[in-house]
């Protein structure tokens, strides 16, 4: 069965830096584009990246644009998120999530367990 199991996350200062690691099996998992999400406390469910299946085409929120970098690693079956000048509003529960297209969509079919990532001096 499909499994997305995260990991990587902690507590980081502000400025700081995290790698978060998405380890997928159960599915082949170079076809499919995968995504990165979050929920803060008390809010709703944010998109946050979303990578296409090869890996050559990435989006980002505007929130993150130009701090996060999400990449992939076919052969290894992992997602990854590097998370760079963090901010105490990057606080939040983060999941990786399978696409159901080559191409990110809205349409995320299986969901990780979710790892905390909470910045604060």
């Known amino acids: 069965q499909v499994q997305l199991v995260e990991s990587g996350g902690g507590l980081a200062q502000p400025g700081g830096s995290l790698r978060l690691s998405c380890a997928a099996s159960?599915?082949?998992?170079?076809?499919?584009?995968m995504n990165w999400a979050r929920q803060a406390p008390g809010k709703g469910l944010e998109w946050v990246s979303g990578?296409?299946?090869?890996?050559?085409?990435?989006y980002y929120a505007d929130s993150v644009k130009g701090r996060f970098t999400i990449s992939r690693d076919n052969a290894k079956n992992t997602l990854y998120l590097q998370m760079n000048s963090l901010k105490p509003e990057d606080t939040a529960l983060y999941y990786c999530?399978?696409?159901?297209?080559?191409?990110?969509?809205?349409?995320?079919?299986?969901w990780g367990q979710g790892t905390q990532v909470t910045v604060s001096s």
């Open positions: 990578i296409y299946s090869d890996g050559i085409v990435t």
């Open positions: 999530a399978k696409d159901r297209s080559i191409r990110p969509t809205a349409a995320s079919d299986y």
């Open positions: 159960g599915y082949p998992f170079s076809s499919y584009a």
